[in-house]
C-alpha cells in the first residue's frame, strides 16, 4: 500500500510538471519573442490648423529590431478644407542615428467630386517622402520635393449622408488635390539601431498643402506585450507549482 501511494505521488508529480512545461514556459517563450513596443499619438482635444480650422489625427508607432511601422488616421469626418487633411509626420527616435529607408507605403485612393460624392480607387503607395533633418529626428512628407503631394494627403471620412457634404472646392471636384488618401496610411521604415526599447517624442501632425501646418501629438504607451507574457508566464509557474505534492 505505502510503495503504491509513494507511485501515484510521483505519476502526479510528473503530470502537473509537464502542465508547467506546457503552459507556463510558452508564454516564456512568447514573451522573449515579443520584440515590439507600440506606441499612439493623437492631436490634442480641440487642436486647430493655422486657420482656425479643427483637426483631429493619431499615429500608431511600433517599434522592432531595426524596424519602424508606422499608421497614420485622419478622424476628421466631413473636412471641409483641404487644410483639415493630414500631410506630414514628424517624430523622434532615442538612441538612433541613421538615415534609414522607407521599406514601403501604403494608402487607398479617393476622388471626392464636385457634388461632394466620391469614388474608391486602389490601394497604391503612398507616395511620401521619409527624411532626416537631425540626428534621431524624421519626417514623413507628402508635400516634399519627389512626394506625391498635392495629391495623396489623407481625408477623413465622409458626413452621415456617405458623402463630403461640408467639403470646398479645395476638396470637391480639386483635380490638384485629387486623388487623396482615404483615412489612413501605413509606412515601414528601415532604421538601424532601432529596437523594441526604442521611444518616440517629439511628434508633429501637419495639415493642408502648405508647409508649417502643424499641430502637437500627446502620447500614450501602453504596456509592452512582452511584460504581460513574462507576467503570465510567471504567475503560471507559480500556481503551478504550489500544487506538486510534497515528496
Known amino acids: ?3 503504491n501511494l509513494a507511485q501515484r505521488r510521483i505519476q ?17 517563450v512568447l514573451a522573449v519573442g515579443a520584440h515590439a513596443g507600440t506606441f499612439t499619438f493623437m492631436t490634442a482635444p480641440g487642436a486647430t490648423e493655422s486657420g482656425g480650422n479643427p ?11 531595426g524596424t519602424v511601422t508606422i499608421q497614420l488616421f485622419n478622424l476628421l469626418a466631413n473636412p471641409t478644407t483641404v487644410a483639415q487633411n493630414l500631410s506630414d509626420f514628424a517624430f523622434s527616435l532615442s538612441g538612433t542615428t541613421a538615415l534609414g529607408s522607407l521599406a514601403s507605403s501604403s494608402g487607398q485612393e479617393i476622388n471626392v467630386a464636385a457634388d461632394g460624392t466620391f469614388t474608391l480607387g486602389s490601394t497604391v503607395a503612398a507616395g511620401w517622402i521619409l527624411s532626416s533633418p537631425a540626428t534621431g ?3 514623413l512628407d507628402a508635400l516634399a520635393a ?3 503631394g ?3 494627403t489623407i481625408i477623413g471620412g465622409a458626413g452621415i449622408g456617405g458623402t463630403y457634404s461640408n467639403a470646398n472646392g479645395s476638396i470637391a471636384g480639386n483635380d490638384p488635390h485629387n486623388p ?6 501605413t509606412f515601414t521604415l528601415n532604421i538601424t539601431g532601432v529596437t523594441a526599447a526604442t521611444t518616440i517624442s517629439n511628434v508633429i501632425f501637419s495639415f493642408g498643402t502648405a508647409s508649417g501646418n502643424d499641430s ?18 510567471l504567475l503560471t509557474l507559480g500556481l503551478l507549482r504550489k500544487r506538486l505534492p510534497r515528496q
Open 1 to 3: 500500500m505505502v510503495a
Open 146 to 148: 519627389g512626394g506625391a
Open 12 to 28: 502526479i508529480a510528473i503530470m502537473i510538471r509537464t502542465k508547467i512545461l506546457g503552459i507556463g514556459l510558452p508564454l516564456l
Open 216 to 233: 502637437g501629438g500627446g502620447s500614450t504607451v501602453p504596456e509592452p506585450l512582452s511584460l504581460s507574457l513574462v507576467g503570465g508566464g
Open 137 to 139: 529626428s524624421y519626417i
Open 55 to 65: 483637426v483631429k489625427a493619431a499615429a500608431s508607432v511600433t517599434t522592432g529590431d
Open 180 to 185: 487623396f488618401l482615404n483615412q489612413s496610411a
Open 150 to 152: 498635392p495629391e495623396h
